[in-house]
């Protein structure tokens, strides 16, 4: 909440968009738990929706979406996140959306799809940054194949990007006056897992992961 009341275009580890959504709701209906939470809630309902949308279309199967709707609302991870408002649920939204929206633009030829990936990323980008990781392998992907190549020949893919490059660009004009802070305390990340001592540290920490994804998402899922 305390976040909600300090309004800007983005923070030092973190976009805006927690914020934003919390003194969106506040504005409409008060300071409270369930005002703050709210978008949390919605943002879970929206999460599974796409879940049971997705897994319908990709297997042709309603009985897939429930299974994947079952899966959201009994994995660990998912449900208590769901419940309280962080980056990470908005996070699960925009993630899953983008890979509805890349596999629709790619197998099912749906033009409209980029804009809607272009979007769902960069709405992400508002809340963590590791979503770039998803159009930076998709990209590269495209650039290594061949029929990628000849879909970037096309002016939809690149229409995703503008609109991603647009609805990213509030945080990139924030850090341009903090001096790349939210940049470089990312940076730290990926410099400090590197500079795990030796092939120990560096097997201790892949160890620690494998076990992370097993216990946050459960050894079914992970």
């Not at 943002?43 to 929706?49: G, P, T």
Request: net charge neutral; proline share 4%.
């Amino acid at each position: 909440w305390e976040w909600s009341q300090q309004l800007d275009w983005s923070y030092y580890s973190k976009g805006p968009l927690v914020a934003w959504l919390i003194a969106l709701s506040t504005a409409l209906f008060g300071h409270g738990e369930w005002q703050v939470r709210l978008f949390a809630w919605l943002a879970y309902d929206a999460f599974l929706a796409l879940l049971f949308v997705f897994a319908n279309q990709f297997w042709q199967s309603r009985r897939a979406g429930w299974w994947a709707v079952a899966l959201g609302l009994t994995t660990p991870l998912y449900f208590p996140l769901g419940q309280v408002m962080t980056t990470d649920v908005l996070l699960f939204v925009c993630w899953t959306w983008a890979l509805w929206a890349a596999w629709r633009a790619l197998d099912q030829r749906q033009t409209t799809a980029w804009y809607e990936l272009g979007a769902a990323v960069g709405l992400g980008s508002l809340t963590k940054l590791s979503i770039g990781l998803l159009p930076f392998f998709l990209g590269l992907g495209l650039l290594l194949t061949p029929a990628g190549r000849r879909e970037l020949r096309h002016w939809p893919p690149w229409a995703g990007v503008l609109l991603m490059l647009l609805l990213f660009s509030p945080v990139v004009l924030w850090n341009m006056g903090h001096d790349w802070v939210m940049f470089r305390h990312e940076q730290g990340h990926v410099v400090g897992v590197a500079d795990a001592a030796g092939l120990s540290g560096k097997l201790r920490d892949l160890l620690e992961f494998l076990a992370g994804q097993f216990l946050a998402l459960s050894p079914l899922v992970a």
